[in-house]
């Protein structure tokens, strides 16, 4: 017997398994299914002299399944004639991605509430008036007016070490002479404070922290580029943007220092404020985004959603002041956006007293911040910064993306913010408080069994 003449044979049988000419980890689209194998076990039967030839492969998914083509070969061999520019391709492909389950099956819907029910479950967690003048709500001054006072706690910022040098020598001002003038002060000015204050006001950059003069009518008297970290410094006391220390310099620059609007203390008196007088009842969750102006932070874009998480309202609005930063980062509002705009405040002051009453209870987190944008005066709060305080009290608050991944599992603020997103998560935060204080419901009493009596064919019923 000649011992060329079965040269081409799927599988020879005096040759183990384990040779190198059968072990190829290789991907193989081979045969009508054309599905990738992560290992097979490959022979070309084909000489290397005869490659430009359509070589002939068997593709096995196991050594087990090679094994068993030895006695049945029309069931677990598959054959395909390609060539070798197919299969060349063909071991450039990536395997499959397999699809995981989810590591917990996913939680059952709470139960149904109706509006009213949650109202008066709400009832219990609506801010006083007390609480919400320490949170920084606005406040009307006079029945009527129309004007409001913001008090603004100042930001918790770590004081810096104060040592002092018992052997230090005095300080003494050089050039001049501390004698008493009348006026209670060092030397005289060329030029008073009430004289400064009437050109310019000095504002405080909400991002770095320097020190900016604008003018009484919103213009800068000095343009400098400000140089920020817009990352937040966390537990590990590193920012979250770059990595760097807390007194790196910034990693990011703008062109112009902005401001918030308010200062820390009392602010006011702050006109255009509007209240809602007749009863309309219902519970809605509210947020804005703001962009920074001349005058301030101002409103553009809200969203209204009801407690079902359907949209009520949502807008773009074009701020009365000139446009410094859209601070597109955070806030997702791009020059194009505001571009399309054609709301006023005002307007969406009625749209949102169109069906907001005295009694609707407003739901948010950091609620005074869109209050005050939407220049909105309201006394029936629920604010999740309330609801879920900070574990080392106030004035920490806890952010609402951290609320959202412990509490509803669930990733929000990934990018830029997203008005109607974030009124989705707090309101389902709400929820998941008023589910959790409910009573469970009781369960209807089994009907006992009725008692059957043996049969008895000389009791007469009755």
Not at 13 to 21: D, N
Not at 157 to 179: K, L, M, Q
Not at 372 to 393: E, F, I, M, N, S
Request: with cysteine; aromatic share 6%; glycine share 6%.
């Amino acid at each position: 017997m000649n011992p060329r003449k079965n040269e081409n044979r799927a599988v020879d049988r005096h040759v183990p398994l384990t040779s190198a000419r059968y072990l190829r980890p290789t991907y193989i689209a081979a045969g009508p299914a054309r599905r990738a194998i992560s290992t097979a076990l490959v022979r070309a039967t084909a000489r290397p002299s005869r490659a430009p030839s359509p070589t002939r492969i068997y593709v096995y998914t196991s050594s087990q399944n090679m094994h068993y083509s030895n006695i049945h070969p029309n069931l677990f061999c598959e054959e395909a004639d390609s060539s070798p520019e197919v299969v060349a391709a063909a071991r450039r492909r990536k395997p499959r991605e397999r699809r995981r389950p989810p590591a917990a099956p996913p939680s059952p819907p709470p139960p149904r509430i109706s509006p009213e029910e949650l109202a008066e479950a709400l009832r219990p967690h609506l801010l006083s008036p007390q609480r919400m003048w320490t949170l920084g709500y606005p406040f009307e001054i006079e029945p009527n007016s129309c004007k409001a006072v913001v008090y603004v706690n100042p930001p918790p910022r770590p004081r810096p070490a104060t040592s002092w040098d018992v052997n230090a020598p005095e300080f003494v001002p050089s050039g001049g002479s501390c004698g008493d003038s009348g006026r209670g002060s060092c030397g005289s000015s060329p030029r008073s404070d009430s004289d400064e204050e009437a050109d310019a006001v000095e504002r405080t950059c909400v991002r770095c922290d320097a020190l900016f003069r604008m003018s009484r009518d919103g213009d800068y008297v000095s343009e400098e580029p400000c140089v920020y970290h817009w990352g937040r410094a966390g537990a590990e006391r590193r920012y979250s943007c770059c990595g760097a220390a807390p007194g790196a310099r910034g990693c990011s620059t703008a062109r112009l220092h902005v401001w918030s609007g308010t200062r820390p203390g009392m602010n006011g008196p702050l006109d255009g404020y509007v209240r809602a007088r007749s009863r309309r009842g219902g519970v809605f969750a509210l947020d804005t985004e703001m962009c920074y102006t001349t005058s301030g932070l101002e409103l553009a874009s809200v969203a209204v959603v009801a407690a079902d998480g359907r949209l009520v309202y949502r807008a773009l609005v074009r701020p009365a002041g000139r446009v410094v930063d859209h601070n597109t980062r955070f806030s997702g509002i791009r020059p194009r956006d505001l571009a399309r705009a054609t709301k006023t405040l005002r307007d969406v002051q009625n749209d949102i007293l169109g069906f907001v009453g005295s009694d609707t209870i407003l739901v948010g987190h950091a609620l005074d911040n869109d209050l005050r944008v939407l220049k909105l005066l309201h006394g029936a709060v629920v604010d999740t910064v309330a609801l879920y305080p900070h574990a080392r009290g106030w004035p920490l608050r806890r952010s609402l993306r951290a609320l959202a991944a412990e509490l509803l599992g669930r990733s929000v603020q990934r990018g830029t913010h997203s008005p109607l997103e974030d009124a989705r998560a707090a309101m389902d935060l709400v929820l998941l408080r008023v589910h959790a204080e409910r009573p469970p419901r009781p369960r209807p009493a089994p009907t006992p069994a009725v008692a059957l009596l043996p049969y008895d064919p000389l009791l007469v019923p009755a």
